[in-house]
């Protein structure tokens, strides 16, 4: 059964740009979490999606946003981008409601110049 | 709000000396306490959950157990392989984030 799959891998932008950053869930998994690990802070979460509806959003500012495609599949944007948003965007998986679990996928590092 | 402490920051041991990591947790109506394998640069691996205090789970030489207060996972016998960062995670109420500890950095050197 395939992962959870993210991309691009990495990501290049610079200062004031805007980022896409994409996520792919487990099969049969409904809702999708993004968290954002920056050098010495550990996860920080970021977004919860789940049925195409976004449930929670962790305490980041609304330049971060995202959706949830019918396939569960999903995209985070970050606009104006600032130096400090260098970091590895990780996305996550689970069944929804009913599994607390989340698979993480590999990531997306992100470097803004 | 949720808080999650993990020590140490940094643990090396030999091939063949077996430790414990703490995971110390504030969740008001924990619904699961996680442990997380993660190597550099790459996404978290899943490796317990754990849902109330006195569960304990086992694979290979890593045990999880849960109190009221804490989490520990147990490592017996480590070899070099089973060096990583181990994040401890946990979610609370309605709420489905995961709050996660900064990582306990294991070297297990042979």
């Known amino acids: 059964e395939a992962g959870v799959t993210q991309s691009p891998t990495h990501l290049i932008k610079t200062r004031g740009q805007q980022a896409t950053l994409r996520c792919s869930p487990i099969s049969g998994h409904t809702s999708v979490y993004w968290y954002q690990q920056a050098l010495g802070l550990g996860l920080q979460f970021l977004l919860w999606y789940d049925e195409g509806e976004e449930r929670n959003r962790g305490n980041f500012p609304p330049r971060f946003s995202g959706r949830q495609f019918p396939n569960y599949s999903s995209e985070l944007n970050v606009n104006a981008l600032e130096l400090e948003d260098s970091a590895l965007y990780l996305c996550a998986s689970s069944l929804g409601t009913a599994q607390d679990t989340q698979y993480f996928g590999p990531g997306t590092r992100l470097t803004v110049l | 709000e949720d808080q999650v402490t993990q020590s140490p920051e940094a643990l090396r041991l030999q091939e063949g000396e077996s430790s414990s990591l703490n995971c110390s947790y504030t969740v008001s109506g924990l619904r699961g306490l996680f442990w997380y394998r993660q190597d550099p640069g790459k996404g978290p691996e899943f490796l317990f959950t754990?849902?109330?205090a006195g569960e304990e789970k086992e694979k290979e030489r890593l045990k999880a157990t849960l109190t009221k207060k804490e989490s520990f996972l147990h490592i017996t016998a480590p070899k070099p392989e089973d060096s990583a960062t181990y994040l401890c995670a946990a979610s609370g109420g309605s709420n489905y984030k995961l709050t996660f500890g900064k990582g306990t950095l294991l070297t297990v050197n042979p």
């Open positions: 754990l849902y109330s």
